[in-house]
């Protein structure tokens, strides 16, 4: 039993909690602290220096957080984590950490549409320029790649189309390039694929969707793969170069393994200052115990459900990995073969109206923004989140007026079935 591995579902409970050391608390507590005392003047000077670790402020860390950090660290297989007030707060630092005004990094075209945005515009005003590849087609990231490129961006299945990228092939121009590879692991989750062992640098999440699961805190995680050389060609300053804040502490050379973590956490969090709230904290760890037993009931009631969609008659197209006829049924079985993910879209042959049918008459699905849930959800983007495009800026961002996506929960899937029958009908 000592040198066996624990699996998943041990470590999605055990992994980075003990019973609390002051009061014996099985369950970790929220620290609901904003502060935390010092022993004397030279530990709160050593904290300050980090030549010590612990806790000076909640903005920069808490104990809540702490054990949540090292439950994802340890599901992902990375060295280190650090939790973020959002998923759009954990790609800023990561970003932040990485790039000067000025640079560029590639992204697959293929992303959550909040990304699209944040890239396109808020990160335009920080100087840093997104260029865009084809997810579909791992050369068009080599190609897009300049001297002043300095990271790359995927996700591992892609909101809202269900692909499923090629990771190894993209690590690969990655690690020729001298780039770190960011993969956004939201809609897989550890459980259905681990990006770090296929050579991702760097794992990014949105917490409010599948890894909270109950639809009720926000939240985001980096982690660390501790497998990137940020000093080999010195196009990393924040990490390689002595800085300023920390007597000319060089993070990298300090911290090794670990450096992203901590150069995100006392630069980016600690001076943007995105801070996940320790209840927050508490309720996406109690969230995460589940996540193996929730992923694996979501993606096959989600299989269920797209089988029985591509043979109604009001149906024209599914597209769901998990389906054997789907073109991305291959990397689906490579990188993720205990399911294809809760995240489907399907197209319906009366076009715009049946859309807003469809969302209107469902009963137990509910109509909103958002996925990874543990109910079922259902959002028709033509009419809300992309209402404001023409219908050619629509289709092209798969978002055309036939559109319907559908995040599946866990309840019984007969009843998903037929709730969907009978507001199609
Ligand atoms: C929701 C989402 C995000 C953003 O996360 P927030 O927690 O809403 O800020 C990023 N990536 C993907 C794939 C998402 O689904």
Redesign the pocket.
């Known amino acids: 039993m000592a040198d066996k591995k624990p699996g998943f579902d041990t470590l999605a409970i055990h992994a980075g909690t003990a019973p609390d050391p002051a009061t014996g608390a099985r369950i970790t507590p929220i620290y609901q602290t904003t502060a935390y005392v010092f022993n004397d003047v030279s530990h709160a000077a050593d904290l300050f220096a980090l030549r010590a670790f612990g806790n000076i402020y909640t903005r920069i860390m808490n104990p809540t957080q702490a054990v949540l950090e090292a439950k994802v660290a340890a599901l992902e297989g990375g060295t280190a984590a650090l939790a973020v007030a959002?998923?759009?707060a954990a790609q800023l630092l990561t970003f932040h950490a990485m790039l000067r005004p000025g640079d560029e990094f590639v992204a697959a075209r293929q992303l959550?549409g909040?990304?699209i945005n944040q890239f396109n515009h808020s990160f335009k005003s920080f100087g840093w320029h997104v260029v865009w590849a084809d997810a579909e087609d791992p050369s068009s990231f080599e190609k897009a790649i300049s001297p002043k490129t300095k990271a790359i961006f995927i996700?591992s299945i892609c909101?809202p189309g269900g692909r499923i990228t090629d990771i190894e092939a993209i690590a690969k121009i990655a690690k020729k390039a001298g780039l770190p590879l960011i993969v956004?692991n939201?809609?897989a989750t550890p459980y259905l694929c681990t990006p770090i062992s296929h050579g991702a640098n760097i794992v990014l999440h949105?917490l409010?969707?599948f890894m909270g699961g109950h639809g009720n805190s926000?939240g985001?995680v980096i982690v660390d793969g501790g497998n990137f050389d940020w000093s080999a060609s010195g196009r990393y300053p924040l990490l390689s170069e002595p800085n300023d804040s920390y007597h000319g502490m060089r993070f990298h050379e300090t911290f090794g393994g670990i450096a992203f973590a901590i150069t995100c956490r006392v630069l980016g969090l600690r001076d943007l200052g995105p801070a996940m709230a320790p209840l927050n904290a508490f309720l996406i760890l109690t969230g995460i115990e589940t996540l193996g037993l929730r992923m694996q009931r979501h993606c096959d009631n989600t299989l269920a459900v797209a089988n029985w969609l591509s043979k109604n008659a009001h149906v024209s197209w599914v597209n769901y990995a998990g389906l054997p006829t789907d073109k991305h049924h291959t990397l689906h079985k490579k990188y993720a073969p205990k399911g294809a993910g809760a995240v489907l879209t399907f197209g319906l042959k009366g076009g715009y109206d049946a859309g807003v049918k469809l969302v209107s008459n469902v009963k137990l699905l509910s109509h909103l923004a958002n996925?990874g849930d543990t109910r079922s959800l259902i959002i028709h983007p033509a009419s809300t989140t992309h209402s404001q495009l023409t219908d050619e800026q629509k289709t092209k961002a798969g978002a055309g007026p036939d559109v319907v996506r559908l995040s599946i929960g866990i309840e019984d899937v007969s009843d998903i079935i037929a709730d969907l029958e009978q507001a199609l009908g």
């Open positions: 959002s998923g759009h959550y909040g990304s996700e909101n956004d939201t809609l949105s409010t969707k926000m985001g996925i």
